[in-house]
DNA sequence: TTTTTGCCTTGATGCAGATCAACCCTTTTC
DNA sequence: GAAAAGGGTTGATCTGCATCAAGGCAAAAA
């Protein structure tokens, strides 16, 4: 089901924006050329989704461009989000058939894929893709922690105020500026996302993002743009001591 | 402040209770050679700290027996226990050079070490000790994610059933037996303990073993000592689906 | 233009789990 | 053998967030 209607992305991979960051990031050339023997390009449009939890795989992928969502359901219906996935992320596990858990598309989505079986060949015998992917994993097993601090003991507040400062922090990121001072950015989630994120209910994710806007944390231009004055009057409200590493 | 007073463990690493599981396990002869020349084993007692969050870690190891956890704490004392290390899991992470949590031995505890520096180089020249290592963090991200799920939206009850099956089924899996009908396990945790695993109280901990004993769902000889008549029962319980596909 | 739909906000109320407090039992210490 | 310490239970009360409910606003559809 995938498309071809987005811009039409005839990418090498020497010109790739996610080149230097992504599971490819230490490949010499002949690595690769390899890669891009079995590369192919998937596209998806903002909700859909990529793929249902227990459903065959049979392709892993780097995120291009846009953003995914990973997430786990419950049987009568209560969901926890349990992934952000940004530019440069991998989805999908070698030596696994079936995914884990349903993948969405919270924004246009582009994904570089590979097919698993000549992945996992070109894994056993390029070792720079494997220590990427071990490098990257490690980073999400921290995040994952992380966010379970968040998750067993912050506050409704203090678990709004960490989503805020971790997407400033990429956002400011991205852009090359560095997350200090006033920034301004753009939500990617909506109310019930950011609900499912941190396990709250969209009704108390409204109030709080209101209770900050209230005090003077954050301002709102329309429900979706942010504007944070003072990055560090964000960040003691996250509950984190001061400096907290992690820079994405 | 290593001590020798447990069993001495004069071992060669092909006797090794976790030779099979832990991070040598794909290793063949001439690497476990290697691994063999840099390794050195470590002994805590029960309560004792193995590590500070952020003090410098020169070494890696895998637990051999005994159990530790990964706890995070928070400015203000709230404390969020991120991972429960079982034998064979690995701690520490090469390419990093302080430790990111505090880790803890709840039991008598022997560790099979390694100083990072070789075992890095070691990494570099030996694909089956990366790999291993991938495959166990592809794992442990897993069983994060899984817990994310737990405490951001599991109930009480369901948090403490869930505890208690994966417990049970690791007791399980550890003995040999399969993880039905009657099992009987003793809690390697303090209620405290479970509350910083699970995001909860020890008060609310200690409620809920009670309700669950109450209803029949186990029963308890001492505080510790654990009986689940029917394991089924206890799953559906945990607020997953019947099967759930982890074995530990 | 009107209607519908998706997303968001705000208010009223309820409840699960936190908090505060008392006490029990067993093991360790002196 | 008394006292202290560590771990656990249970009760009373409080509160942060969920739940239920109503309505606002802008974009899309009709």
Redesign the pocket.
């Known amino acids: 089901m995938a498309h071809h209607d987005l811009q039409t992305v005839s990418h090498e991979c020497g010109d790739c924006p996610i080149r230097h960051r992504a599971v490819c990031a230490r490949c010499e050339a002949d690595e690769l050329a390899r890669l891009e023997q079995i590369k192919y390009y998937r596209s998806y449009q903002a909700?859909q989704t990529v793929i249902w939890s227990g459903d065959k795989m049979d392709f892993v992928a780097s995120v291009v461009t846009g953003i995914a969502t990973l997430t786990q359901t419950m049987e009568d219906g209560r969901r926890q989000m349990v992934g952000l996935l940004l530019p440069s992320d991998f989805v999908g596990r070698p030596g696994r058939s079936t995914a884990a858990y349903d993948v969405t598309a919270t924004t246009d989505l582009v994904m570089c894929c590979f097919r698993k079986k000549p992945f996992e060949d070109l894994m056993q015998t390029t070792p720079h893709v494997a220590q990427r992917l071990l490098e990257m994993t490690l980073d999400e097993l921290d995040a994952a922690r992380e966010w379970m601090l968040l998750l067993g003991r912050?506050?409704?507040?203090?678990?709004i105020a960490s989503l805020l400062a971790i997407i400033a922090r990429r956002d400011a990121h991205l852009k090359l500026k560095s997350a200090k001072g006033s920034i301004v950015f753009d939500?990617p989630?909506?109310?019930?996302?950011?609900?499912d994120y941190l396990?709250?209910?969209?009704?108390?994710?409204?109030?709080?993002?209101?209770a900050l806007?209230r005090d003077g944390v954050i301002a709102?231009e329309?429900?979706?743009h942010i504007i944070v004055p003072d990055f560090d009057r964000l960040v003691e409200e996250t509950g984190d001591d001061s400096d907290g590493g992690y820079l994405i």
């Open positions: 909700g912050k506050t409704a507040r203090e678990k939500l989630l909506t109310r019930e996302e950011m609900a396990g709250l209910t969209l009704e108390t994710v409204s109030r709080q993002v209101s806007k709102l329309g429900k979706r």
